[in-house]
């Protein structure tokens, strides 16, 4: 029956722990104990996950013979439970039993690496690429979809058009077709200081005509183009804009949601009272803030403001002089138009 609960005990322990190497230590030759294999190196450094049954197997013949380091080293309570840097010696003479290797610690100096948060790049770029904010005088572009050499009334990809444009183009010049959509005002005057644009596609210059009219062809199309949308110069896009920290520090309120509406979240655009005046770049990284609560304090009656929450992320796609346009990267909260915008340099 002894053996029997031996045996069990072995097999217990080779199946719930993970077999690691020993490595050896020293070169010192073991004696005096039977059924040991010859020419074995001393001690031997326990290693993470290593185990008595392990242990035996290595030095003994027979791995059943774990138990003959556990009755050698009684201190251990429990023989599933030895742990790395622990140092076991078999030479009968060291009577020390098992000792502990504990490595000394080293500092390592090297820069401050800031790992920016993953943001997906393909929403990004569509965002990018299908809407931008012009100044309110932008708003008749610089030219106009004329006509279609057919009697089409709506184009797109690879459809030819012509193009009434103010000023004469060169060949392969790119223009961005576009339509209003949002006017975003100024929230102390109430001024129309900007407007938000829907990019329908690009066209590409192919050759002059006549009576200033050019041939193009139609090379992106997000939507349905017709006779009557505006031009304006292709604007050049990064598709891997790289998010940024302030270079100083920076306040500024959402005072545009997009459509109308009074509230926002992930990945909605919106529009931002702060620009390149007050240091803003494109792809700046910035923190939605919303302000407390006011309450009673019911001990003094006074009313108090509670302090104001993060309630989510946003990147600047593009930096205008005085507003700029921003997509929310992340939210916990509702977004609404008075929400502050703050970013501070990385320290």
Sequence with gaps: MKFRHILLAGLITMLMIPIVSVQAAATAAPAGIANIKPDLPQPYIVKKGDTLWDIANYFFKDPMQWLRIWEKNLYITNPDLIYPGNKIWFDPNHQSG?????????????????????????????????????LPEQEQGVGHILASPDERLNFGAHDRVYLKLNQPATPGTLFDVFRTTDAINDPQTGKK?????????????????????????????????????RLKPARTIDPHLRPISPTQKLSGDIIYIRNGAHEAA???????SIGQEQGLKTGTQLSIMRAGRIIADKVSGSPVQLPQEKVGDLLVLVAQPRISIGLITASTAPINIGDTVFGEPAR
């Design 98 to 134: 098992l000792t502990t290797v504990r490595p000394m610690p080293q500092v390592i100096i090297r820069p401050v690496e800031r790992l920016a948060e993953n943001t997906d790049s393909a929403m990004l770029l569509t965002a990018l690429e299908r809407q931008d904010f012009i």
């Design 193 to 229: 200081i900007g407007l938000l644009v829907e990019h329908m596609g690009q066209v590409r210059v192919e050759s002059e005509a006549s009576n200033g009219i050019e041939r193009a062809v139609v090379t992106r199309a997000f939507a349905e183009m017709s006779r009557g949308d």
């Design 266 to 272: 992930q990945n909605q655009v919106v529009g931002i």
